[in-house]
């Protein structure tokens, strides 16, 4: 079975920082672009960084640019975010979705593009 699970989520004092892990099982992640989104109460879901498998090119989204880090690690099969300086509105809930592309380019934002899915984690900020 293919699947993403997340983990890491938390509750984190502002200005400091957040590590979430999407692992994967079932299939190779780094063969496909995946990405992270996240959703707040009563906001749409948001992209807000994605690596692209083909090129290894990485995408963020305004809203996080300069203060977060994608990566994965083939080894773990585990793809990973990195957001710091945290601030009240990121708190979220964050989930991984992976493509069954090799990169979507500047699409990547499109959540309709991303056949797996992870059930999120949960970042919450405190002021």
């Known amino acids: 079975e293919r699947q993403l699970v997340e983990s890491g989520g938390g509750l984190v004092q502002a200005g400091g920082s957040l590590r979430l892990a999407c692992a994967a099982s079932g299939f190779i992640l780094d063969d496909y672009a995946f990405a992270w989104f996240r959703q707040a109460p009563g906001k749409e879901r948001e992209g807000v960084s994605s690596?692209?498998?083909?090129?290894?090119?990485?995408y963020y989204s305004d809203a996080v640019k300069g203060r977060i880090i994608i990566s994965s690690d083939s080894a773990k099969n585990t793809g990973y975010l990195q957001v710091n300086r945290l601030k009240p509105e990121d708190a979220a809930g964050y989930y991984c979705?992976?493509?069954?592309?090799?990169?979507?380019?500047?699409?990547?934002?499109?959540?309709?593009?991303?056949?797996?899915w992870g059930r999120g984690t949960q970042g919450s900020v405190s002021a």
């Open positions: 979705g992976a493509t069954l592309k090799p990169g979507l380019g500047e699409a990547w934002t499109d959540g309709w593009s991303y056949f797996y």
């Open positions: 690596i692209s498998s083909s090129d290894g090119n990485t």
